[in-house]
């Protein structure tokens, strides 16, 4: 058996903040940032051009008609040698966490759909939402000025917090640093009124100001997003043609926080002849949930799939989202020390 496991997330960047080589790296990334008034667009990075599906996924609709490079693609396969393994098991690990420094992760493959779209529909803002140190938030924030586009972050905090200065602490950092306006809104008010509704009070009151905002959903999930991940797997189906991962892979194991991501992995696994088991770990919401939300995007494809076909969702909340107990924490350092692999401990 052979297993390949999606690391979709950076570490924890509050655990690097107060390392002076990486403030003066984002200073240096600031600065670079500010020195064209236009992005150029030539080819490679930050590249828009057409995009082509992979023939097994030429039946959904709509189809993306273009896409920018955001990321350092494609991201490397590697095996895992963990210690007592079953025999003939093998389990291989997908960086995507080394997408790039500042738009790394899984967000990027979502963004680099995301955001052909907000400049097609002329744009000239971006409006999405998250957790006070989301990363999905932070990619955005950077994707945006990369565009010479607006982007205002609603972040999500405690009730004690929501009326104070939430510093420049983590991802803060970053988007504070690419100009992102943050507004904050408390756990409480977030649960009332829903992310949705959050996005499009703000870009009501965006277009009474004149702006042109395009609204991008919590993580980057929705249908068009979701063809990062399909996409991603055309990249998978190529690096075992390569010789990774030998004759294939029988399962896929990923973190689900919004459901975009497995959404893409799956479907993508399903119609094409990669054929591998999703397995998805629900870090937030119940596993209920996101099977309903990913038939959403799958509907959105007019995929024509039932979303507990293709993929199995198990409840890995614990204590809360981003909250770790003692033993996992521990359980990270073994790995750790065991493998060289630090393992995410927030997405």
């Known amino acids: 058996m052979c297993c390949v496991i999606l690391r979709p997330c950076t570490f924890a960047t509050r655990a690097i903040i107060t390392n002076k080589g ?5 200073n240096k990334l600031i600065s670079s940032l500010m020195e064209a008034d236009q992005p150029k667009l030539v ?26 490079s955001l990321g350092h693609l494609p991201t490397p396969i590697h095996k895992w040698n963990l210690p007592g393994l079953p025999k003939d098991t093998e389990v291989w690990i997908k960086r995507d966490d080394v997408s790039g420094m500042q738009l790394s992760g899984n967000k990027v493959r979502k963004l680099e759909f995301l955001m ?26 950077v994707a945006a000025k990369y565009l010479n586009l607006d982007c205002y972050l609603i972040l999500r905090t405690s009730k004690l917090a929501v009326d104070k200065d939430p510093g420049l602490i983590g991802n803060l950092l ?15 008010e977030y649960a009332k009124i829903g992310s949705v509704a959050l996005g499009n009070l703000l870009k009501e009151r965006l277009l009474n100001q004149g702006r042109r905002p395009y609204v991008i959903p919590v993580g980057g999930s929705n249908s068009l997003g979701t063809w990062g991940y399909i996409e991603s797997v055309r990249e ?51 596993p209920g949930y996101f099977y309903d939300y990913v038939q959403g995007l799958l509907d959105g494809l007019q995929a024509g799939l039932n979303s507990r076909d293709i993929v199995n969702i198990q409840d890995a909340k614990g204590q809360g989202y981003a909250m770790s107990t003692t033993e996992e924490l521990k359980f990270v350092k073994e790995i750790a020390a065991v493998t060289a692999e630090r393992l995410p401990i927030e997405c």
């Open 22 to 26: 990486f403030i003066s790296h984002q």
């Open 43 to 68: 080819g490679g990075f930050l590249a828009k051009k057409p995009y082509y599906p992979p023939s097994w996924a030429s039946h959904l609709n709509p189809i993306p008609s273009h896409t920018y």
């Open 116 to 141: 052909a779209d907000a400049t097609a529909h002329d744009a000239d803002c971006i409006i999405t939402i998250g957790g006070i140190q989301s990363n999905h938030c932070r990619a955005t924030a």
């Open 174 to 188: 970053v988007e504070r640093l690419v100009g992102a306006h943050v507004e904050l809104v408390s756990k409480e």
């Open 236 to 286: 998978i189906e190529q690096q075992v043609q390569d010789g990774f991962g030998e004759s294939g892979f029988d399962d896929i194991v990923v973190a689900c926080g919004s459901g975009g991501t497995i959404a893409g992995l799956a479907l993508g696994s399903w119609l094409s002849k990669l054929k591998a088991k999703v397995h998805a770990f629900s870090v937030c919401d119940d």
